[in-house]
């Protein structure tokens, strides 16, 4: 198992921008940000793989970028005009094609709201 620690969230007005990170307690290999808005299943909303190939929702294609820096074992997520339904708690995680592998750490909440 690997623990991950999500960070960066919080209260942002429409339009504007945040940039979150995930530490990871070892080597990481493909890995994807999570999203949960209240009431909601769990999504899938970006991933990166190991040499870098990024895939996106398309919900959120062109507005968020997925990064990483292996040396670090760090996964960012840099998120541009959000929008009020980006609100959510964002999770990070490894993953197997788009399920995730290990537990989840807490989250980091995201809020988009004037």
């Known amino acids: 198992q690997v623990q991950f620690v999500e960070s960066g969230g919080g209260l942002v007005q429409p339009g504007g921008s945040l940039r979150l990170s995930c530490a990871a307690s070892?080597?990481?290999?493909?890995m994807g940000w999570f999203r949960q808005a209240p009431g909601k299943q769990r999504e899938l909303v970006a991933s990166?793989?190991?040499?870098?190939?990024?895939n996106y929702a398309d919900s959120v294609k062109g507005r968020f970028i997925i990064s990483r820096d292996n040396a670090k074992n760090t996964v960012y997520l840099q998120m541009d005009s959000l929008k009020p339904e980006d609100t959510a708690v964002y999770y990070c995680?490894?993953?197997?094609?788009?399920?995730?592998?290990?537990?989840w750490g807490q989250g980091t909440q995201v809020t988009v709201s004037s």
């Open positions: 070892r080597t990481i290999f493909s």
């Open positions: 990166i793989r190991p040499g870098g190939m990024s």
């Open positions: 995680n490894r993953i197997l094609g788009v399920v995730p592998l290990d537990s």
